[in-house]
């Protein structure tokens, strides 16, 4: 190598002599080096998933297909679409998915098909529950809500701390534990209140209550 030149390295996939940074590091290796650069082990590694999700491999590398202003490539269909056709991603650097919309809504679809349909999905990623697991605590519960015990068990109800399923809840009671964020002291209060512990000491006073006060009350105007 002349002196002053750049080291480089040969890239078994592409076949070619590049500079060392277009290489990842590779501790196991003598150079430090991987044996392939960054596009080609980008390549073998969306092979390898279209070969997980039982696809064809890309027959073209997007280095070779060009690429207009405002469009995009898309490996799965390997097809060139307008920006507009892929959805929004402010985590990627360009602010849209690797995936054009049909192929980003494939994907989506074969990875809950894959744990057993869109409610398995849905349950395992925030609660950590499968659909049938759902179901055998709702059978449990007797298809009612776990409080109140009349209207149908619906809506899974989780420890915000623990993160475990408490039960299965209607929607009103659900709602209410939401609005109660969960603390049995409010909780508390709100039956003492019910009971009327916190506001027995007002009854003997006049006009405070309309069914206490020894004067007569007229009807609320309907302006009031």
Not at 154 to 183: I, K, M, S, Y
Not at 187 to 207: K, N, P
Request: charged fraction near 25%; aromatic fraction near 8%; include cysteine.
């Amino acid at each position: 190598m002349p002196v002053g030149q750049a080291p480089v390295k040969y890239c078994l996939d592409c076949r070619e002599h590049k500079p060392l940074e277009v290489f990842t590091n590779d501790r196991r290796r003598a150079d430090g080096k991987a044996f392939y650069c960054r596009d080609c082990a980008r390549r073998r590694r969306r092979r390898d998933r279209h070969r997980q999700l039982g696809r064809e491999p890309m027959s073209r590398h997007p280095n070779d297909v060009e690429v207009p202003p405002c469009y995009k490539w898309c490996p799965d269909c390997e097809t060139v679409s307008p920006l507009e056709q892929f959805p929004r991603n402010r985590s990627t650097p360009t602010g849209y998915a690797v995936y054009c919309k049909p192929c980003h809504n494939a994907r989506g679809k074969a990875s809950k098909d894959k744990v057993g349909g869109a409610r398995t999905y849905h349950l395992q990623r925030r609660y950590g529950v499968t659909a049938q697991e759902v179901e055998v605590l709702v059978a449990a519960q007797g298809g009612r809500c776990a409080i109140c015990r009349e209207a149908p068990a619906e809506h899974v109800d989780h420890d915000h701390e623990t993160g475990r399923v408490r039960g299965v809840l209607c929607f009103n009671c659900n709602g209410g534990l939401g609005q109660f964020r969960d603390r049995l002291d409010v909780m508390a209060s709100a039956i003492a209140y019910l009971q009327g512990v916190t506001w027995a000491e007002l009854l003997g006073r006049e006009g405070v209550f309309l069914g206490i006060s020894s004067h007569p009350v007229s009807p609320l105007s309907p302006s009031s």
